[in-house]
């Protein structure tokens, strides 16, 4: 696609699909047009004129004269349905859905060079923060070492509300439900699950390795309590919810998403509220670091405009890593520096430690251990300690008790 004009069949209307028709609205961005939306319940009203909208997604795909598919809804089973049917038909295709992309990205690229069209998604990974296409393009060449951050504005929130205000979970999570910044129900955010999605595919890029979304241990903050901000506040540091991707030999890259113990020194560790913050460590660059707002209407409004612009420049990603370290795979075996509190009746032997340099019980009648446990092994044991009421965070390598 090169200049031609964008007709857009839209699927959702909720924060997404409407915020991406404000942002249209607002931008003037010319040469492109809502020609359909598509949504699922009828009986909902809409600020939109009814010719507009359709309750069938055929009336999207089998659309000729519609060249570009903008998925914004929240099943992820449809999405891909819509996605690979897009494509299919010979249709560009602009996403949010994160989910949906991680569990099938293969898949779809297969459909997009098949068809030769683009597939396009800024918007599903930390929202407003230009970083797929900069790390496609930008760093397509230069080898990256690493890749961190924020990527989940809920947990961010939450644990901003805990540290700045001494809040305890529940209440934490009660105010980012009341504030718009958690859903209903808020497992995906909490868990670790959101930002393990942002992670495949920020990793694609950066490293050219596309994991499957049961290879990478993820655990989240469900279980922290008002003993692990004590000793994060006692030591003058704060805990954040972060995915890595750090290449722990030339072929090996450790993946993972846990919590984790930052310093002042840490850029992380001004990044509050529903703030995103992405670090990447690149070979000649050094460090770089991009901070902004990671959800919501606008934001991710803005990302779909700026995937629609592209796209009208005739913009594909080049995933130039893939075909450079196609060889690359996960590494398991790295281990890890350990901050872990467990109900009292558990013991260290519940979970695989290597060694375990201080244990304590605590006030609460938890247990508090130090220590170092392999990547593999606490993937193996992660679903068993969510159900435990475990609680874990990476500690930084070079910390002292
Ligand atoms: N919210 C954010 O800040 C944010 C940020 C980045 C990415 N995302 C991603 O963007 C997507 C949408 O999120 P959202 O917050 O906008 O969700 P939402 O507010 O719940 O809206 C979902 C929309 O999808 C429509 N829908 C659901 N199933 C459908 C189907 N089978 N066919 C047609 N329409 C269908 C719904 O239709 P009805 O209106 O008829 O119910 C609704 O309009 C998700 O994948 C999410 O992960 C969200």
Not at 129 to 141: K, L, N
Not at 208 to 215: I, N, T, W
Not at 222 to 249: N, T, V, W, Y
Not at 297 to 314: I, K, M
Request: aromatic share 8%.
């Amino acid at each position: 696609m090169h200049n031609q004009r964008l007709n857009i069949g839209l699927f959702g209307l909720g924060v997404v699909g409407k915020g991406l028709l404000d942002v249209l609205h607002e931008s003037g961005f010319s040469d492109a047009g809502i020609r359909r939306i598509c949504v699922k319940d009828p009986l909902k009203p809409r600020a939109v004129p009814r010719e507009l909208l359709t309750y069938d997604a055929g009336d999207i795909l089998g659309d000729p004269e519609i060249n570009v598919v903008v998925e914004t809804i929240s099943d992820p089973d449809a999405a891909f349905e819509i996605a690979r049917e897009s494509m299919r038909r010979g249709k560009h295709v602009v996403t949010a859905n994160k989910k949906m992309l991680a569990a099938h990205l293969p898949e779809l690229l297969e459909w997009r060079d098949r068809s030769d069209v683009s597939l396009l998604y800024e918007s599903a990974a930390c929202g407003s923060i230009p970083i797929v296409r900069t790390i496609d393009e930008h760093f397509g060449s230069e080898p990256v070492e690493g890749i961190s951050g924020i990527f989940n504005g809920t947990s961010n929130y939450i644990l901003s509300r805990m540290s700045l205000e001494g809040l305890d979970f529940e209440t934490a999570l009660r105010q980012a439900q009341a504030s718009g910044f958690a859903e209903e129900d808020p497992s995906s955010d909490i868990d670790g699950l959101d930002a393990k999605y942002k992670l495949i595919l920020l990793a694609a890029h950066s490293h050219g390795v596309v994991a499957k979304p049961d290879e990478l241990l993820y655990l989240g903050i469900r279980h922290i309590g008002k003993a692990d901000m004590d000793f994060a506040r006692e030591r003058g540091m704060k805990i954040k919810l972060l995915p890595q991707c750090i290449r722990s030999s030339p072929h090996r890259l450790a993946m993972y998403v846990m919590p984790a113990l930052v310093g002042a020194d840490s850029p992380f560790y001004q990044v509050e509220d529903e703030y995103n913050g992405v670090q990447l460590q690149a070979n000649f660059s050094g460090h770089q670091f991009f901070r902004g707002r990671g959800a919501g209407a606008f934001p991710t409004g803005s990302a779909l405009l700026s995937d629609l612009g592209a796209l009208q420049g005739g913009y594909r990603y080049a995933y130039r890593k893939h075909r450079l370290n196609g060889h690359t795979s996960l590494d398991a075996s790295r281990l890890l520096n350990v901050y872990v509190r467990m109900p009292g009746r558990l013991h260290s032997a519940s979970l695989p430690f290597e060694q375990v340099t201080h244990e304590s019980l605590l006030e609460d009648g938890s247990r508090r251990m130090l220590g170092t446990i392999s990547l593999g092994a606490l993937h193996r044991q992660s679903r068993q300690m969510l159900r435990e009421g475990i609680f874990a965070m990476q500690l930084p390598d070079s910390f002292e008790k």
